[in-house]
């Protein structure tokens, strides 16, 4: 389930990444790279799983599919987060700059 | 276990090699319009995988705290406590975390093959451009 939250988050973010310039300019790049990494590594992570637990894999209990798809909305809300906080350092439209310094005329 | 540590210790390895090749000289090529073109850096190609790698590994390790395999005081890994489970460990580090390196390793040289293969068809009509007109 984490693996398949964390899919749907690389596709949807590369999504808006290609499709809207000021994504792009908001370093939404970064988000793909986050997602599409972890997907892979989880889906690793699946195989070796897989080749463990054969067609049991398939069929988890309810309880753990929950707690797995809350684990995978807690790493989305985590990667909001780092890059948000990448998006702040880079300032991009030069907003916290701006903030920095008060101007008097 | 600690699966993520084996793909973290790469990222800080094509980190150094990223720093290292950035300086490099990249082919400037001028398009019929009269632009500049520059194929990308291996410096920036680099990047794409260090991205993959520390991002993965950040996320996974995010898991592990979920899970309590690794916990906020030292060893910091709760398997470092037990013998059994420090073999386990270093067992899944050597099968889970090299094969995810590899995996993520595989995926990015796709990338790369791909994205030179593009750049090659699209800047093979363009003209070599003298250093001093680059500037």
Redesign the interface.
């Known amino acids: 389930m ?1 693996l398949l939250v ?1 899919v749907f988050a690389a596709v949807f973010s590369t999504l808006i990444w290609y499709s809207n310039k000021r994504a792009r300019e908001l370093k939404c790049g ?1 988000l793909c ?13 699946a ?2 799983e897989y080749a463990e637990l054969g067609a049991d894999y398939f069929a988890p209990a309810a309880a753990d599919m929950l707690n797995d798809f809350f ?1 995978g909305l ?2 989305v809300a ?2 909001l987060i ?1 890059w948000i906080v990448y998006l702040l350092i880079k300032d991009p439209d030069g907003v916290i700059k701006e903030r920095l310094f008060v101007r008097k005329i | 276990m600690a699966c993520f540590i084996v793909p973290a210790a790469e990222g800080i390895v094509t980190t150094v090699v990223s720093k290292s090749v950035k300086n490099k000289e990249t082919e400037a090529l001028k398009s019929e319009h009269g632009e500049i073109v520059e194929r990308i850096p291996f410096s920036v190609k680099l990047s794409w995988l260090n991205k993959m790698l520390f991002g993965g590994a950040a996320l996974l390790a995010f898991e592990h705290v979920w899970h309590g395999e690794v916990v906020p005081f030292f060893p910091f890994l709760s398997a470092m406590n037990d013998p059994a489970q420090m073999s386990q460990m270093l067992h899944e580090m050597g099968t889970v975390g090299v094969a995810m390196a590899g995996v993520i390793t595989l995926v990015w040289g796709g990338m790369v093959a791909v994205t030179n293969a593009m750049q090659d068809a699209a800047l093979k009509k363009l003209k070599p451009v003298k250093e001093e007109n680059r500037r």
């Open positions: 984490t964390s970064m790279w986050l997602f599409w990494g972890a997907s892979l590594m989880w889906f690793v992570d195989l070796f684990l807690s790493v985590l990667a780092i």
